[in-house]
């Protein structure tokens, strides 16, 4: 079942703006990742943080848990044109490593 | 990282046949998954595939639906039988907890897919 629920669904900005995309919940975790996945293609994993950590960073990624309110935030910053994609959370059910993905973000990047 | 790899990349194909989805991982990994993406939709879960032993199935899938194998440490396929256009869908493999060791064992790393379309 899906666990995850991003936010906003649909994101538009300008080239070199930041982008924030959020993903709530419900059960516990080990462990949250994100992936992108551009046009339909396979998934690329960008980031995992684990339930102890509380921020890490990728490049121009940053991601943060706060597992008191079992949320997730994703920041891409200096956005690029090739940055558009669908962003999608994932967490684990502490039984495992099978993952339950949200419904995803869709992020445009306009020139 | 791993390397993953599915043939066919897409099909077309006709109600009532089957079509059989092959994923090959360039390193030995513990655990391989199925998902299945629906149109404009996110991933969910079909099974998890056990090298040796009976696929776990997620609530919805069967294995007369959607049998797998999976019988070594590199290797899996599903079998979408009896297909009706409400399959029409990517299907995606994932590894993760690569043998040859290294940080981020639950990194779960994807295949590009393969595109079905049920006429």
């Known amino acids: 079942s899906q666990q995850g629920e991003e936010d906003p669904q649909a994101l538009s900005i300008q080239e070199g703006e930041n982008a924030t995309m959020n993903c709530s919940y419900k059960?516990?975790?080990?462990?949250l990742q994100w992936y992108r996945q551009n046009s339909g293609r396979g998934l690329v994993h960008l980031i995992l943080?684990?339930?102890?950590?509380r921020e890490k960073h990728s490049g121009r990624l940053r991601v943060t848990l706060d597992t008191s309110k079992k949320s997730s935030s994703l920041l891409i910053t200096a956005s690029r044109a090739a940055d558009t994609a669908s962003y999608f959370c994932a967490t684990d059910e502490n039984s495992g490593y099978a993952l339950n993905f949200g419904k995803g973000t869709s992020l445009l990047v306009t020139p | 990282s791993a390397v993953i790899s599915q043939k066919p990349s897409r099909d077309i194909c006709q109600r009532g046949t089957s079509l059989t989805i092959q994923c090959q991982v360039d390193?030995?990994?513990?655990?391989m998954f199925w998902y299945r993406q629906q149109p404009g939709q996110s991933l969910t879960l079909i099974a998890t595939a056990n090298q040796g032993s009976e696929a776990t199935y997620e609530s919805g899938f069967v294995i007369d639906k959607f049998p797998i194998s999976r019988p070594n440490l590199t290797f899996s396929t599903l079998t979408v039988s009896n297909m009706s256009p409400e399959d029409s869908s990517i299907y995606l493999c994932s590894v993760a907890g690569l043998l040859a060791g290294g940080p981020g064992q639950e990194t779960q790393y994807f295949g590009p897919g393969t595109r079905l379309l049920v006429l």
């Open positions: 943080i684990r339930s102890n950590e």
């Open positions: 390193s030995q990994v513990t655990m």
């Open positions: 059960t516990s975790i080990n462990n």
